[in-house]
């Protein structure tokens, strides 16, 4: 059986504090964390733990990287071997170059910098005489693959992008020279959220929904899309390189389908999959054990909500450290269990002063620079049950929170009141 995976994200405006969440990790039977970039605070947590970790470059080093040889040797010094050499070490497995470089929306910044950035760390962490222990990978979104023939979805046609094919080709290569695994994140929820006609039991690890391609059937769009990475990988020459699922999650909160109870269904069915003594893998792989790492740890609240009102809302863990849902991630017990040692300011909330018009200029102020996405109308988890004023006190605490309870942060115009009652509804956590 496999090692299950987390991505570790750490945009939020109160980011818990490291040791604890290492414990949290350990004994949630979690063996991975992903890392977007080489914070000290994780690195020095992980320092002696059994966790083995992914650890990321963001895409704005990558020129740097990318034309300075010595910039990459500098960057695996800095944040490789200082943390890989040390009497208690930091479990680095992979190194992650990049995220994402070629989606679509990048509009080619980073093409032409991703590959050699690649082969710039490649070649550091040979150098250091890490080169059998640690890997450079670049996580791809599913956006670098397609079908052959756009009218057939079959995953056994699958072929990289066209505009970037050659390049691809070349970054598999760069892979294969190093004994290193092709990263993919896989996103059935975003399938799901994009296409008003996508059939959403699909979407799921366990649905009741087939497609059958040839000898072939498919009951989910996580498996079609991996198989369809399985031939491109194929028609590269490379049919046996193995293959990491980087992210993939369900949010709960931001959108209709974003749900806790959908969640937990996409979540419980992924873990019990890379959990599985017997692993069913995929139709081109089968029996393959699923290495994959669920986005993400925690809620954080300052990602961009570009991507959908949702992005703020994929933690399996509330921005507190509470468990959102029941897991079984050990096989045995359902309950995740929550982040210890979580220091609280006092209890103290921001509301619209009673008897007042609902003032929506100060709501817009704060909702500009808190997180108030629980109260979007297209499936916010506290819209429909908040009336106006309540959902005034919302947005006004949610900033009050933001800025650490400064009281001048509760003035909204002599609108707003600072009470040591909590507001907070059956459904709507304040």
Known sequence: SGTIGVNWGT?????????????????????????????PRIMSALAGSPLEVMLGIPNDMLETLATDAAAASNWVLMNVTHYYLRKKRVNIRYVAVGNEPFLAGY?????????????????????????????????????????????????????????????????????????????????????LAQDPNFPSEYAFLDGCFQVQYGQSTYTSVFDATFDMLVAALTDSGFPNMEIIVGEAGWPTD??????????????????????????????????????????????????????????????????????????????????????????YYPALWCVLKPGIAVPQGQIDFACSAADCTPLVPDGGSCYSTLSPEQAASYAFN????????????????????????????????F
């Open 11 to 39: 945009q939020m405006s109160h980011p818990l504090f490291a040791p604890d969440v290492v414990r949290a990790l350990v004994s949630n039977n979690v063996g991975r964390v992903k890392l977007f970039e080489a914070d």
């Open 107 to 191: 509009n080619k910044s980073f093409e032409g910098v991703t590959l050699p950035a690649l082969k710039n760390i490649q070649a550091a962490l040979s150098k250091a005489k890490f080169a059998d222990q640690i890997k450079a990978i670049v996580p791809l979104n599913a956006d670098v693959l397609q079908p052959r023939d756009p009218g057939n979805q079959d995953p056994s046609t699958g072929v990289f992008r066209n505009d970037i094919k050659m390049l691809m080709d070349d970054i598999v290569k760069a892979l294969a020279s190093t004994g290193a695994p092709f990263t993919i994140n896989l996103y059935p929820f975003i399938s």
């Open 254 to 343: 931001g959108f209709p389908s974003a749900t806790p109870s959908n969640a937990r269904r996409f979540n419980q069915a992924l873990v019990s999959r890379i959990i599985s003594p017997s692993p069913p893998g995929t139709p081109m792989r089968p029996g393959t054990v699923l290495h994959a790492y669920i986005f993400s740890l925690f809620d954080e609240d300052l990602k961009s909500i570009a991507p959908g009102n949702f992005e703020r809302h994929w933690g399996l863990f509330t921005y507190d450290g509470q468990p959102k849902y029941l897991l079984n991630t050990s096989g045995s017990s359902s309950v995740l269990e929550k982040v210890g040692g979580v220091d």
């Open 398 to 429: 949610s900033y009050f929170q933001l800025k650490d309870q400064v009281p001048s942060s509760c003035d909204f115009q002599g609108n707003g009141i600072i009470t040591g009652v909590d507001p907070s509804t059956p459904n709507c956590r």
